[in-house]
């Protein structure tokens, strides 16, 4: 009978140290490659015009032609801010608008935070408030749920309604911004004044 043995040579870690490191650099520069050729950003968005509408609703306290006694007619000022914003997608990917919000920064710090109109009460707002259709011009809305298709631009008309303020307080607003925030992705904000 014959006797097979296997020798296995003991080979020190220190061989091992070349190969591990090329694997290493070679690893780092596809990294660095995918990291440098990739964006940073899903999007970017930019305003390109601003108009700010204030309005006022009285509500009275008529009844018939009797004042109740003790009350006082209330006003209710909304200031709607209409934005012209363009959303430009660095994806090859479409990307998709979830939310738009905005807030005003008052001279205090504290701030002013509302959402879009939404597409369904876009109609009574236009009904309501003349002046607010007036300035949307016909222009498109840009919206929830907007597609804007990878590599591309999309630009519409972000309609922002800020209740309780009037156009004293736009003019003395240190700071105004218009927040896309697409899905998967951290929001993008841009500034309206």
């Known amino acids: 009978m014959h006797e097979i043995k296997f020798h296995q040579t003991h080979r020190p870690f220190r061989h091992f140290l070349w190969p591990i490191a090329i694997a290493f650099v070679v690893l780092a520069a596809v990294g660095i490659g995918i990291y440098v050729r990739s964006p940073h950003a899903p999007a970017k968005v930019s305003v390109t015009h601003v108009a700010a509408v204030p309005t006022t609703v009285t509500y009275s306290n008529d ?4 004042k109740l006694l003790g009350k006082t007619d209330t006003n209710e000022n ?7 914003v363009k959303v430009h997608n660095n994806l090859n990917t479409p990307v998709f608008v979830k939310d738009l919000t905005g807030a005003l920064t008052m001279p205090d710090g504290s701030e ?13 707002t236009f009904t309501a408030f003349p002046k607010v259709k007036e300035a949307a011009d016909g222009k498109p809305l840009l919206l929830r749920e907007t597609e804007v298709p990878g590599m591309s631009d999309k630009e519409g008309l972000v309609l922002l309604g800020f209740r ?24 993008i ?3 309206l004044k």
């Open 63 to 66: 009844v018939g032609t009797l």
């Open 78 to 84: 909304t200031l709607y801010v209409l934005a012209m």
């Open 112 to 124: 002013l935070l509302t959402s879009a109109v939404e597409k369904d009460d876009v109609p009574a």
């Open 164 to 187: 309780d303020a009037t156009q004293q307080t736009w003019d003395q607003s240190k700071h105004a911004a218009v927040k896309i925030a697409p899905y998967h992705y951290d929001p």
């Open 189 to 191: 904000v841009a500034e």
